[in-house]
């Protein structure tokens, strides 16, 4: 199950579960998760999992790193959920390849799991399928910085 499945499946209203899914960057969809929190309105069974849009959640885009990454040596990604539709998870670490082949970034790359708290499968075979995933988006973003 996906984390937004997760929090769809709780009562977070389909509405902002389709806005999460459909418009993450807008910040329109940071105020619509901050206004349905003020509210008091977050399923009491979901709200801890919900706190991660505000305080887990990246919602800038890797040339926001540019000015930074000559200075950069190695990269800590952390994944939360392995669901790609619409590239969600795989489109950030390609724009972010793309990024680091103009710098010509040697250094390393981590992964870390980070959503056991709604992922269900075996964390194993999840971190190799993240890694595979990032691989794959890495070198497609650093072949299209190149074209």
Do not use: C
């Not at 960057?25 to 901050?34: K, Q």
């Amino acid at each position: 199950m996906s984390y937004l499945e997760r929090l769809a499946e709780s009562g977070v209203p389909d509405g902002l579960v389709a806005q999460l899914t459909e418009s993450w960057r807008d910040p329109h969809t940071r105020d619509a998760v901050v206004t349905l929190l003020r509210s008091g309105a977050v399923p009491p069974q979901v709200q801890t999992l919900y706190m991660n849009l505000l305080v887990r959640f990246g919602h800038s885009n890797a040339a926001d790193l540019r000015d930074v990454l000559p200075l950069v040596g190695a990269f800590h990604l952390k994944f939360w959920d392995l669901d790609d539709s619409a590239a969600r998870v795989s489109q950030p670490i390609r724009e972010l390849g793309a990024e680091l082949a103009l710098q010509g970034f040697t250094g390393t790359f981590t992964s870390e799991w980070g959503g056991h708290e709604w992922l269900d499968d075996d964390p194993t075979t999840m971190t190799r399928a993240h890694l595979e995933l990032a691989r794959t988006a890495l070198a497609e973003g650093a072949a299209s910085a190149s074209a």
